[in-house]
């Protein structure tokens, strides 16, 4: 195989994973979810649709909206 060919496979597998780590970043920035720290150092997320976060996210929404 010719080295310009190895580059441009190379390059183009390069390019599909940075475009994937994008989409996936991207997709999961809309998706609301409600982080709930405790005082001994755990931490729960409820993501949208939970009942958890359903009775929550009004509420931070709220919060975020009078700040």
């Known amino acids: 195989m010719p080295p ?6 190379v390059l183009l597998a390069a ?3 940075a475009g994937s780590v994008l989409v996936r ?5 809309r998706q609301a979810r ?3 720290y405790a005082a001994d150092g755990s931490m729960h997320s ?3 649709g939970t009942p ?11 919060l975020l ?3």
């Open 4 to 9: 310009r060919k190895v580059v441009t496979g």
């Open 15 to 17: 390019g599909s994973l």
């Open 25 to 29: 970043r991207r997709a999961a920035r």
């Open 34 to 36: 409600v982080d709930l």
């Open 46 to 48: 409820f993501t949208e």
């Open 52 to 62: 958890e976060a359903d009775r929550l996210l009004p509420i931070a929404n709220e």
């Open 65 to 67: 909206r009078a700040t």
